[in-house]
Structures are given as C-alpha cells and as structure tokens.
C-alpha cells in the first residue's frame, strides 16, 4: 500500500449522516497530520477538515463546522470524518490525504492522496 484508501462514501438523504474512513499507507507515519478535502462539480478542490498527529488540533472549513468532525486512531493509521446534517451543497468527491503538519495541509502542501470516494446528499 502506497496511498491512502478511502471508504464510506454513497448516498444519503439531506439532514442524514455519513461516516468516511482512511487508512495512511505503510509510508505515512502516525506523527503525520491527515486531513479531508473535497471536489464538487465544477468547483475547486478545498480542504474540509485536518487533524495533527496528537488528535488534539484540528482545522474545518467554516462550510462544515459544526457539522463534521474529524478523529484519529494512530494504534491502527486511520482517520475518520463523520459527516451530520449533510446538505446537497456537501456533495462532492472526498480525498483523504497526508502531510507533516495541519499547517501543511492547509497550504494544499499534501505528500499524500487517496483515490476518492463520492459523497451524494439528495434533498
């Protein structure tokens, strides 16, 4: 494995929930910051959500906090972000990805992306 693998992405009605999860490659340390961006149609790519390798800081977009919340497990390289209230305006594609700060990944300076996976919010 070299990038990380996102999973849980479909289809959910608006004001429902959605649970996305990552999994960093074996050359992603669990001293690294992980992070959520996301591509609608025709729109740029945007950072949604990050989280430093300690858990304890952390970084949303103001279009999903409140909402969102992102979390870490470093015993198992993963990090999750758990979509409620979803809004059709949150579909898009989500790519997790992996740098060595939230600052990083703030500056779109990522080492590492995963493939996407879609997120549908119908209304």
């Known amino acids: 494995q070299v990038r990380p693998v996102e999973s849980g992405g479909g289809l959910v009605q608006a004001g429902g929930s959605l649970r996305l999860s990552c999994a960093a490659s074996?050359?992603?340390?669990?001293?690294?910051?992980m992070g959520w961006f996301r591509q609608a149609p025709g729109k740029e790519r945007e950072i949604v959500a990050a989280i430093a390798s300690s858990g304890g800081h952390t970084y949303y977009t103001t279009h999903v906090e409140g909402r969102f919340t992102i979390s870490r497990d470093n015993a198992k390289n993963t990090s999750t972000l758990q979509m409620n209230g979803l809004k059709p305006e949150d579909t898009a594609v989500y790519y997790c990805a992996t740098a060595r700060t939230v600052a990083l990944l703030t500056l779109n300076r990522v080492d590492y992306w995963g493939q996407g996976t879609q997120v549908t919010v119908s209304s």
């Open positions: 074996g050359r992603t340390s669990r001293s690294d910051a």
